[in-house]
């Protein structure tokens, strides 16, 4: 084969793989979604409650059915499920930081190129006019509370 054929062929690849890649996200996101909003208050005490009968039921002494042992795999798949819904979470928020960056960028990249080449102003007006601005935005802190202290000043009430 040809290096151009090859080159074109990893190229195909490597989009089929971004499409797949977006079509899973979206499959995952669609599942959560629909997972999260299956489990109201009634589904959850309902199995909460079948899942308390039938531990009941199973003779919690006898040796083929340990209590104990049941508790702690359920609550270990409760936390692997936790800590994959908290990595799932955690990648939607990086790519969406990610968006808002590459965003913010081209509105940046637009904005200097609308605006063209910043104007040559005096070196003695520069101080005079940020002064003022310095004052009013010191004002402005000290009027508004920082945010630790806000919440310290509900949690007070």
């Known amino acids: 084969m040809k290096f151009e054929a090859l080159r074109h062929r990893v190229k195909r690849a490597e989009q089929v793989v ?10 995952w996101f669609t599942l959560s979604q629909a997972w999260r909003e ?3 208050p009634l589904r959850i005490i309902s199995v909460g409650l079948a899942g308390g009968f039938l ?11 340990h209590g104990a042992r049941w508790l702690q795999m359920i609550g270990s798949v409760s936390n ?8 799932f979470a955690s990648m939607q928020a990086s790519e969406a930081a990610d968006t808002a960056e590459q965003a ?3 509105v940046d990249e637009a904005v200097d190129d609308a605006v063209g080449p910043a104007p040559v102003t005096p070196v003695r007006a520069a101080p005079a006019a940020a002064a003022p601005r310095a004052k ?6 000290a009027a508004q509370p920082q945010p630790a202290e806000a919440a310290t000043d509900l949690s007070e009430r």
Request: charged content about 20%; hydrophobic content about 40%; aromatic content about 4%.
């Open 136 to 141: 009013v935005t010191a004002t402005q802190e």
């Open 104 to 106: 913010a960028d081209k």
């Open 38 to 40: 299956g489990w109201t």
């Open 80 to 87: 692997l499920l936790a800590s994959a819904q908290a990595a």
């Open 55 to 65: 531990a009941g039921k199973l003779e919690p002494g006898s040796t083929r059915f």
């Open 18 to 27: 971004a499409i797949r890649v977006d079509e899973t996200q979206c499959s």
